[in-house]
Nanobody, 115 residues
Framework: QVQLVESGGGLVQPGGSLRLSCVAS????????MAWYRQAPEKQRELVAA???????NLADSVKGRFTISRDDAKNTVYLQMNSLKPEDTAVYYC?????????WGQGTQVTVSS
Protein backbone atom coordinates (compact mmCIF):
# COMPACT_ATOMS: atom_id res chain seq x y z
CA GLN A 1 0.00 0.00 0.00
CA VAL A 2 1.04 3.58 -0.54
CA GLN A 3 1.82 6.01 2.23
CA LEU A 4 0.08 9.37 1.89
CA VAL A 5 1.09 12.73 3.38
CA GLU A 6 -1.22 15.74 3.07
CA SER A 7 -0.27 19.39 3.42
CA GLY A 8 -1.66 22.83 2.68
CA GLY A 9 -4.44 23.17 5.21
CA GLY A 10 -4.92 26.20 7.41
CA LEU A 11 -7.14 29.09 8.38
CA VAL A 12 -8.64 31.19 5.60
CA GLN A 13 -11.32 33.84 5.40
CA PRO A 14 -14.58 33.21 3.53
CA GLY A 15 -14.04 33.73 -0.17
CA GLY A 16 -10.38 32.81 0.08
CA SER A 17 -8.41 29.99 -1.51
CA LEU A 18 -6.22 27.10 -0.44
CA ARG A 19 -4.41 24.35 -2.29
CA LEU A 20 -4.05 20.98 -0.63
CA SER A 21 -1.33 18.56 -1.69
CA CYS A 22 -0.99 14.85 -1.09
CA VAL A 23 2.29 13.09 -1.80
CA ALA A 24 2.31 9.33 -2.17
CA SER A 25 5.13 6.85 -1.75
CA UNK A 26 5.97 4.09 -4.21
CA UNK A 27 6.22 3.65 -7.93
CA UNK A 28 2.64 2.68 -8.74
CA UNK A 29 0.98 6.02 -7.98
CA UNK A 30 -0.12 6.48 -11.57
CA UNK A 31 -2.32 3.39 -11.35
CA UNK A 32 -4.35 4.61 -8.38
CA UNK A 33 -7.62 6.47 -8.30
CA MET A 34 -6.95 9.36 -5.95
CA ALA A 35 -9.56 11.21 -3.95
CA TRP A 36 -10.11 13.85 -1.33
CA TYR A 37 -12.62 13.31 1.46
CA ARG A 38 -13.56 15.59 4.31
CA GLN A 39 -15.08 15.18 7.73
CA ALA A 40 -16.60 17.99 9.72
CA PRO A 41 -17.22 17.69 13.48
CA GLU A 42 -20.07 15.28 14.26
CA LYS A 43 -20.60 14.53 10.57
CA GLN A 44 -19.79 11.55 8.40
CA ARG A 45 -16.79 11.55 6.12
CA GLU A 46 -17.83 12.56 2.61
CA LEU A 47 -16.26 12.40 -0.83
CA VAL A 48 -15.19 15.80 -2.12
CA ALA A 49 -13.40 14.97 -5.36
CA ALA A 50 -11.80 12.05 -7.16
CA UNK A 51 -9.51 11.58 -10.15
CA UNK A 52 -8.85 8.31 -11.94
CA UNK A 53 -5.59 7.07 -13.39
CA UNK A 54 -6.73 8.33 -16.80
CA UNK A 55 -7.53 11.79 -15.45
CA UNK A 56 -11.31 11.61 -15.27
CA UNK A 57 -12.65 13.66 -12.39
CA ASN A 58 -15.70 13.65 -10.18
CA LEU A 59 -16.71 16.44 -7.81
CA ALA A 60 -19.34 16.62 -5.11
CA ASP A 61 -22.21 18.93 -6.01
CA SER A 62 -21.41 21.15 -3.05
CA VAL A 63 -17.98 22.04 -4.45
CA LYS A 64 -18.58 22.08 -8.21
CA GLY A 65 -17.41 25.33 -9.74
CA ARG A 66 -15.22 26.10 -6.71
CA PHE A 67 -12.85 23.14 -6.27
CA THR A 68 -10.57 21.42 -8.76
CA ILE A 69 -8.73 18.13 -8.39
CA SER A 70 -5.60 17.37 -10.38
CA ARG A 71 -2.64 15.03 -10.29
CA ASP A 72 1.02 15.05 -11.28
CA ASP A 73 2.13 11.47 -11.71
CA ALA A 74 5.76 12.50 -12.15
CA LYS A 75 5.65 13.94 -8.63
CA ASN A 76 3.38 11.28 -7.09
CA THR A 77 1.12 14.12 -6.02
CA VAL A 78 -2.58 14.91 -6.11
CA TYR A 79 -3.87 18.42 -5.53
CA LEU A 80 -7.13 19.98 -4.43
CA GLN A 81 -7.47 23.62 -5.41
CA MET A 82 -10.18 25.22 -3.31
CA ASN A 83 -11.53 28.62 -4.27
CA SER A 84 -14.42 30.72 -2.96
CA LEU A 85 -14.23 28.90 0.34
CA LYS A 86 -17.23 28.93 2.64
CA PRO A 87 -17.53 28.33 6.39
CA GLU A 88 -19.28 25.05 5.62
CA ASP A 89 -16.09 23.83 3.93
CA THR A 90 -14.47 23.69 7.37
CA ALA A 91 -13.36 20.11 7.99
CA VAL A 92 -10.42 17.75 8.18
CA TYR A 93 -9.51 16.84 4.61
CA TYR A 94 -8.17 13.36 3.91
CA CYS A 95 -6.34 12.02 0.90
CA UNK A 96 -7.29 8.54 -0.32
CA UNK A 97 -5.65 6.15 -2.75
CA UNK A 98 -7.58 3.22 -4.19
CA UNK A 99 -6.57 0.39 -6.50
CA UNK A 100 -8.62 -2.81 -6.60
CA UNK A 101 -8.47 -4.15 -3.02
CA UNK A 102 -5.82 -1.64 -1.90
CA UNK A 103 -7.08 1.41 -0.02
CA UNK A 104 -4.89 3.91 1.84
CA TRP A 105 -5.60 7.08 3.82
CA GLY A 106 -3.50 10.03 4.82
CA GLN A 107 -3.47 11.52 8.31
CA GLY A 108 -5.63 14.48 7.34
CA THR A 109 -5.14 18.23 7.22
CA GLN A 110 -7.39 20.79 8.90
CA VAL A 111 -9.11 23.45 6.82
CA THR A 112 -10.89 26.21 8.73
CA VAL A 113 -12.88 28.89 6.95
CA SER A 114 -13.70 31.73 9.29
CA SER A 115 -13.57 35.49 9.54
Amino acid sequence: QVQLVESGGGLVQPGGSLRLSCVASGSTFKLYTMAWYRQAPEKQRELVAAITSSGSTNLADSVKGRFTISRDDAKNTVYLQMNSLKPEDTAVYYCNANLLHLNSWGQGTQVTVSS
